[in-house]
């Protein structure tokens, strides 16, 4: 078990639709990461927040948003969903500040979305 | 734009025997780090080992072992004895190292599914 918790686990809505994943970080990290991991794209990174702060953005969508609220836990929020979004949405954490494993992430066991 | 490379979509390799799964990179950073993660059927991410750039020494951890040629800018992971429950994907990573911000994107190659066989 990483400590890294994400809901829903499975997800199956309809295009057009939007959804909200969410994820809760190991106690203390401070770092959150949004990965996609779809077949065609392999893990592609998403976005990172750090203590509530967006600090980089990757290959995401303007249709996709996300935010870090002052518990530290985040949502992506998916909208206007097509097909190819259908994938699995990792969620990684890390110290943020260095520490013994610098560059360590933990990753969540992920929210698999399905999009008919 | 650092990208990582494995060449080996699938591998399969006998119980108790040694395999080991390719991966080169190419980046222009000198300070970075570089792993293997392991995604079993659970679908978890999980760190099986790291390299920093700077250290010559390769890593281990227990039958993982790496072979990090920094010129060639090769990672091999080299798993010794394997067993059943190390089928898997394995994915080669790629982190640049920071001076003191937090910011631990990675960069992923496509994997290698690896099946151990009995």
């Known amino acids: 078990d990483s400590g890294v918790t994400q809901t829903p686990k499975h997800l199956i809505t309809a295009t057009g639709q939007r959804v909200t994943l969410r994820c809760s970080p190991r106690?203390?990290?401070?770092?959150v990461y949004w990965y996609q991991q779809s077949l065609d794209q392999g893990l592609q990174f998403l976005i990172h927040y750090y203590n509530g702060e967006e600090r980089a953005k990757g290959n995401i969508l303007e249709r996709f948003s996300a935010q870090q609220f002052p518990d530290l836990h985040s949502e992506l929020n998916l909208s206007s969903l097509e097909l190819g979004d259908s994938a699995l949405y990792f969620c990684a954490s890390s110290v943020g500040s260095g520490g013994a494993r610098t560059g360590e992430l933990f990753f969540g066991e992920g929210s698999r979305l399905t999009v008919l | 734009a650092q990208t990582v490379t494995q060449s080996q979509p699938e591998m399969s390799v006998q119980e108790a025997e040694t395999v080991t799964l390719s991966c080169t990179y190419d980046?222009?950073?000198?300070?970075?780090?570089l792993f293997w993660y392991k995604q079993p059927p659970s679908r978890q991410m999980i760190l099986v080992i790291r390299q920093e750039a700077y250290k010559q020494q390769n890593a281990t951890e227990n039958r993982f072992s790496v072979n990090f040629q920094k010129a060639a800018k090769s990672f091999s992971l080299k798993i010794s004895d394997s067993q059943l429950g190390d089928t898997a994907m394995y994915f080669c990573a790629f982190m640049k190292g920071n001076s003191g911000g937090s910011n631990y994107k990675l960069t992923f190659g496509k994997g290698t599914l690896l099946t151990v066989n009995p």
């Open positions: 106690s203390g990290d401070l770092s």
């Open positions: 980046t222009s950073e000198n300070n970075y780090y």
